[in-house]
């Protein structure tokens, strides 16, 4: 049950970066990557997700979010 919850709150903060980039607003965006990253991290500590799946998403978002910079 606690697992279930804590993999939700990691994809809760994968989709405000999503939303964040999705607005364009790359201060927003940054902010809410700067925020994901650790809950990420810790949940690929305890074993919720594979470590290498934590490094997937960290991935992915970093680099939409330098994207979006490029583009303004």
Known sequence: MQN???RSMVRTF???V??????GNIKNATEAL???VPVIDRMA???II???KAARHKNRLNAKVKAL???D
Do not use: V, Y
């Open 50 to 52: 594979h470590k290498n």
């Open 45 to 47: 500590d305890k074993g």
């Open 34 to 36: 700067t925020a994901a």
């Open 69 to 71: 910079g490029k583009n």
């Open 14 to 16: 994968l989709k405000r």
């Open 18 to 23: 999503d939303a964040a980039i999705d607005e």
């Open 4 to 6: 279930s919850s804590q």
